[in-house]
């Protein structure tokens, strides 16, 4: 049996600086700077190390169907989704020293605090990695 298309099969096959994330719905630009956190020690480290996150920046972490903030010095929007991209949860304007997680999810995409109000992003929705 064929596994489900895998959203961010780009990433392994390209650099990240020539990809961006969009919202196939809205064809809205998520993300122009993708920073993945593909590996265990990414995914340990994560966004701890950073003070903020630029407008047009996000980290995927996969596998992960859960995020922690504490530590971290500034707020996050995180978007929960499924293997094919599809969103299956979001939580806005996330504060330090909180968690979140969907049982779900196969990726979690964190952005700038306000990204998904002002990018229309919803549970529903699929997420694609394409060229910039």
Known sequence: MARAPHFLRPLHSSSPAGLCLRNQRTGQTLASTLLPALDSATRKTGLLKHTSLADGEAMLIAPSNAVHTWFMKFDLDLVFVRRDGRVVKTRADVKPW???????????????????????????????????
């Open 98 to 132: 909180r968690m979140s997680a969907a049982l779900r999810a196969f990726a979690v995409i964190e952005m700038r605090a306000g990204t998904l109000a002002q990018r229309d992003t919803q549970p529903g929705d699929i997420l694609e990695v394409v060229p910039v």
